[in-house]
DNA sequence: CCCCCCCC
């Protein structure tokens, strides 16, 4: 590979506010801003051969290509998309700083082996007395037609702009406040309210990104009224006079080393155009589902699938809290033929439907061919929208051990044999697994309940002969709504046990309502010896169970109680590969 | 100024 030559004087034009299309410099040294967290930022020293730049800086999606070690010193590399950027010191005058947004090696540091030419400081007051000479020096330096930098020098509204530019979020720092960016908003929150020791109130916060970057930023109280309609998901704004502060890495993922804080100077102002293409979509990194069980648990995973399953919305109280919860379970499916149940929590969990098409979904159930699942994800229209939920930053709980908190896709395969030898069942936590079993008995008797008629209500009543009174409700009905309860004795390859079922895996196993057997149950009332009768469809079907088991202590005797969460029907296809696994692991023969 | 992330 030939050494490129620089563009030799091309910084005095950078940094003077010229654009200079895809200079080619060299690289002197990297330097690691100090900064008070995990993290990193990146001075470069950049050199065209005649000035030296200091005041480069490696935008954070760059970081990389230090830590891989290619920027080392004597690289010559390719600037491909860059933008400058005013500093605004109190005491003294502005500073221009280039971000390097995107860059090209040309030669290895060890191939060019020495510094080019003898370049020196460059100082913007020289700049100002001898213009001409660094042009005409460097090869024909043209504008830079990049869309970012065009931005830079656009007219901006004076109420928020007051004759500033365009400044990167790269560039953003509490020790700056004067800047305005022109970002796009990446996601945006529910409402979230807090009350805590030190008081209380609402906030909702939002993920802008531009080309040089990302960030948070949160509203409080008032501001949330203010703000919260105004930003859309996908819009792009002007917003100008928010305070920085470092970023708290533990709840704030993104790629910056602060976050922002909306006030009452803060301005925002929407963009007519929402299409801008300067400013960049969301951008993803996606993780195939089959690869999720290795990460470490709590990472965060960008994901492209399609919905296997949707779940109804489900209400939750937590024990701890006592706190309300609406959530809905799916099941996605991509194209490494895996699934992982994804949770969706409160409004999320409701609006999700709206711009769902849930049969165009379901039609991926019959025809889950990998190449057509991309194809399908990406393309179909109806899908944009749902998918781009899936598409988000989304965390998944542990999904390696189907412990406490795994997604229903992910709970590990146990034997009856296992659970028994690992003693589950015995921590403050019940322990989950699946295990596929056969249906050998189900005990009919009182296999139905009387349940508080409240829509929200399954408590069982207290039967008053003409009345049902629920003291959940503290309410008196005179009709009662039936409700499954089943025990059943249920067998795997290595056991059995009596496991207990509730009603909406009951009906779905059965295919009829509560209300509709306890119908057929009274209309034969008085024939003994036929409880197990209305059951009969069931026995001996076999599913993929998913079992809660937590040890219960009844007066002085404990036992491991047993309790179907889900019963899906066996996919033969499916549950063969789970088998083929577990052969392939056992033997080592087989996948790599 | 939040920082909760629930449940079966």
């Not at 060299?26 to 051969?49: C, F, H, P, V």
């Not at 004597?74 to 605004?88: G, H, K």
Request: proline share 3%; net charge neutral; with cysteine.
């Amino acid at each position: 590979m030939p050494i490129s030559s620089l563009t030799t004087g091309c910084i005095q034009s950078i940094m003077t506010g010229t654009e200079v299309e895809k200079p080619v410099l060299q690289i002197l040294g990297t330097k690691k801003i100090a900064s008070g967290n995990d993290s990193e930022r990146y001075r470069i020293l950049i050199s065209d051969g005649k000035y030296l730049n200091s005041f480069a800086m490696l935008a954070t999606q760059l970081n990389h290509l230090q830590q891989e070690d290619k920027l080392k010193e004597n690289t010559i590399v390719r600037l491909e998309r860059y933008t400058t950027s005013m500093v605004n010191k109190t005491d003294k005058a502005d500073k221009r700083v280039m971000i390097i947004l995107e860059l090209t090696i040309l030669n290895d540091g060890r191939e060019v082996g020495q510094k080019i030419g003898n370049p020196q400081t460059f100082n913007p007051a020289d700049a100002a007395s001898a213009p001409a000479a660094a042009a005409a020096s460097a090869p024909k330096p043209t504008m830079n037609n990049n869309n970012y930098a065009k931005n830079n020098n656009v007219s901006m509204n004076q109420s928020i702009n007051s004759g500033h530019l365009i400044s990167p979020i790269a560039s953003l720092s509490p020790y700056n406040n004067k800047w305005v960016i022109k970002v796009r908003c990446m996601s945006k929150s529910q409402i979230r309210t807090w009350n805590n020791a030190k008081g209380e109130g609402k906030l909702f916060s939002m993920d802008f990104c531009d080309q040089s970057g990302e960030i948070r930023a949160t509203a409080f109280r008032d501001d949330v009224d203010k703000y919260y309609d105004l930003i859309k998901q996908d819009g792009v704004y002007l917003i100008s006079k928010c305070t920085l502060k470092a970023a708290n890495k533990q709840f704030n993922h993104l790629k910056n080393d602060y976050e922002m804080t909306f006030g009452s100077e803060t301005v925002i102002q929407p963009c007519e155009d929402d299409n801008d293409d300067s400013i960049p979509t969301v951008q993803y990194n996606f993780t195939p589902i089959n690869r999720i069980a290795e990460m470490e648990d709590k990472s965060m995973v960008d994901i492209c699938g399609v919905v296997k399953e949707i779940g109804e919305i489900v209400h939750i109280t937590s024990k701890t809290t006592n706190k309300e919860f609406k959530k809905r379970e799916l099941i996605v499916v991509d194209q490494s033929e895996a699934s992982i149940a994804l949770q969706i929590w409160g409004d999320d969990a409701v609006n999700l439907m709206v711009t769902f098409n849930p049969l165009l979904l379901l039609k991926e159930l019959d025809s889950a061919n990998s190449m057509e699942l991309k194809v399908l994800a990406l393309e179909l229209d109806p899908f944009i929208n749902s998918i781009q939920i899936f598409l988000s930053v989304i965390k998944f709980e542990d999904a390696r051990t189907g412990g406490a908190g795994g997604g229903s896709m992910s709970t590990e395969w146990l034997s009856f044999f296992d659970v028994r030898a690992r003693n589950l069942g015995n921590g403050d936590r019940p322990d989950y697994f699946q295990t596929k079993a056969t249906i050998q008995m189900i005990r009919g008797q009182n296999a139905i309940y009387k349940a508080c008629s409240s829509p929200d209500c399954n408590k069982k009543v207290v039967d008053e002969g003409e009345s049902f009174r629920c003291e959940k409700c503290n309410i008196t009905s005179h009709t009662y709504k039936a409700r499954f309860l089943v025990n059943m004795s249920i067998s795997d390859w290595t056991s059995n046990r009596w496991v207990t079922c509730f009603n909406d895996l009951v009906e779905q196993m059965l295919g009829k309502s509560a209300s509709e057997v306890d119908a057929e149950i009274q209309a034969s009332a008085g024939q003994e010896g036929n409880e197990n009768e209305p059951f009969s469809k069931m026995f001996f079907q076999s599913y993929v169970f998913k079992l809660r088991c937590k040890v219960e202590t009844y007066g002085d005797s404990q036992r491991n109680k047993f309790t179907a969460v889900a019963a899906t029907p066996l996919n033969y296809k499916e549950y063969n590969k789970h088998l083929i696994g577990d052969l392939s692991r056992l033997t080592g023969i087989g996948k790599n």
